[in-house]
Structure formats: structure tokens, C-alpha cells
């Protein structure tokens, strides 16, 4: 008599596809990190950044969640190189807090080590996006809101230069230097970065092409 077949086992450690992040909110998700901190004017003392700070906090909490979703518990990062640079942002977030046996207080060391930490997280999801195969879409829509971020600076700056009684420090920063754009970044270095990094942004759309819509 023939021996009856015994199923066959589960694969441990198999990836369970996940469905991708909806394009149009994964784009939403990236301008709300990258763009809108960039362009948040409106401020109260005494920090002048906070409110910018705080949108930039939201928003990659939201961009990061939207991927994550995306990415099988089991594709955590594994490779030499991603592993070796969580291990980097875990010693610079011990470091930071170690920075307070040398007199530095403990909210200026809790708010780098909690920014570092961030990071960390970043990175692991990232990595793990990477292997799972969605980082194109997430690169995708990073660009996207990196070069809406310059447009709108550019504009601003733009203003800040040829008009410069329009800004009313609410929704367009007062120039810190008279003739001189500074964005609502505040400071013409970070503006030049920004806009920089926004015009490779631009060129990385234009050559995947994401502008024309042939992707």
C-alpha cells in the first residue's frame, strides 16, 4: 500500500509579500518630512526652530511608518555595512549621553540622543525597505519632496530679494542679511545646501523618467 505524501513544511523564515504603500500617500508622507519643515516660517521664542523641528519629527515618524508597513517583519538589516552604521548612531547616542558627566546638561544631551535614535530608526527601516524591494518608490517620492522643498525656497528667496517688504515673518521669514535670500531655513548656507541637493534631486527624476511619467 503507498504511502500517503506528508505535506510539505512551511519554509521557515519565509518573506511574506506585503502590499506596497499607496504612491500618492508615500509622496504625501515625504513632503510632510522633508518639505514642510523646510518652509515652516511662523516661530515664538526662544527657540526659533521649534516648530520646524517638531514637523520634521511628525513628518518622518509618518514616512517611516508608511513604509514600514510595506517591508515583512523578517527583512530586517542584516548586511556588514548597514549594521556597522546602526552600530555608529548607537555609540554616538551613548556618547551623547555620556556628554553629561562633563557638565553638559541632560536636555541638550536627551535631545541629540533622541535625534540620533531617530536616525536609527531611519536607517533600519530604510535598509530594510532596500531588501524588501520597495526602496524605489520611497527614494522616488524622497525626491519628489526634496524638489518641492527648493522650488518653494527658491521662491521665497526670490521674494526675500526683489520684494523685501513682502515677508511678514509669519509665512515668509524676514531676511537675516539685507539682499541676500535665506529661505525660511534662515541662514544662506542651508538654503544653498537645500537648494543644491534639490536640484540633484530634480536631475535623479528627470533621468529615472519620473517626470514625463514613463517610470
Given at each position: 500500500?503507498?504511502?500517503?505524501?506528508?505535506p510539505?513544511?512551511?519554509v521557515?523564515?519565509?518573506?511574506?509579500?506585503?502590499?506596497?504603500?499607496?504612491?500618492?500617500?508615500?509622496?504625501?508622507?515625504?513632503?510632510?518630512?522633508?518639505?514642510?519643515?523646510?518652509?515652516?516660517?511662523?516661530?515664538?521664542?526662544p527657540?526659533?526652530?521649534?516648530?520646524?523641528?517638531?514637523?520634521?519629527?511628525v513628518?518622518?515618524?509618518a514616512?517611516?511608518?508608511?513604509l514600514?508597513?510595506?517591508?515583512?517583519?523578517?527583512?530586517?538589516?542584516?548586511?556588514?555595512?548597514?549594521?556597522?552604521?546602526?552600530a555608529?548612531?548607537?555609540v554616538?547616542?551613548?556618547?551623547?549621553?555620556?556628554?553629561?558627566?562633563?557638565?553638559v546638561?541632560?536636555?541638550?544631551?536627551?535631545?541629540?540622543?533622541?535625534t540620533i535614535?531617530?536616525?536609527?530608526?531611519?536607517?533600519?527601516?530604510?535598509?530594510?525597505?532596500?531588501?524588501?524591494?520597495?526602496?524605489?518608490?520611497?527614494?522616488?517620492?524622497?525626491?519628489?519632496?526634496?524638489?518641492?522643498?527648493?522650488?518653494?525656497?527658491?521662491?521665497?528667496?526670490?521674494?526675500q530679494?526683489?520684494?523685501?517688504?513682502l515677508?511678514?515673518?509669519?509665512?515668509?521669514?524676514?531676511?537675516?542679511?539685507?539682499?541676500?535670500a535665506?529661505?525660511?531655513?534662515?541662514?544662506?548656507?542651508?538654503?544653498?545646501s537645500?537648494?543644491?541637493?534639490?536640484?540633484?534631486?530634480?536631475?535623479?527624476?528627470?533621468?529615472a523618467?519620473v517626470?514625463?511619467?514613463r517610470?
Open positions: 500500500m503507498a504511502q500517503a505524501k506528508r510539505a513544511r512551511a521557515v523564515g519565509a518573506v511574506v509579500e506585503r502590499p506596497a504603500a499607496p504612491e500618492a500617500l508615500l509622496i504625501a508622507c515625504a513632503v510632510a518630512a522633508v518639505a514642510v519643515p523646510m518652509l515652516i516660517a511662523f516661530n515664538v521664542a527657540s526659533a526652530t521649534f516648530f520646524n523641528q517638531a514637523a520634521a519629527f513628518g518622518w515618524g514616512f517611516l511608518l508608511v514600514a508597513t510595506a517591508v515583512p517583519r523578517s527583512l530586517w538589516p542584516r548586511s556588514r555595512g548597514a549594521l556597522a552604521l546602526l555608529a548612531l548607537v554616538s547616542a551613548i556618547s551623547a549621553l555620556a556628554a553629561t558627566a562633563v557638565a546638561p541632560w536636555t541638550l544631551a536627551l535631545s541629540s540622543a533622541g535614535l531617530s536616525a536609527v530608526l531611519t536607517v533600519a527601516v530604510a535598509a530594510s525597505a532596500r531588501r524588501a524591494g520597495k526602496s524605489w518608490p520611497a527614494f522616488c517620492a524622497f525626491c519628489v519632496a526634496l524638489a518641492i522643498a527648493g522650488g518653494a525656497s527658491a521662491l521665497i528667496g526670490l521674494v530679494v526683489f520684494a523685501p517688504r515677508p511678514d515673518g509669519d509665512w515668509i521669514a524676514l531676511a537675516t542679511i539685507v539682499g541676500r535665506t529661505g525660511n531655513v534662515r541662514q544662506p548656507n542651508h538654503l544653498s537645500l537648494l543644491l541637493w534639490a536640484v540633484v534631486a530634480v536631475i535623479w527624476l528627470g533621468e523618467k517626470l514625463d511619467g517610470i
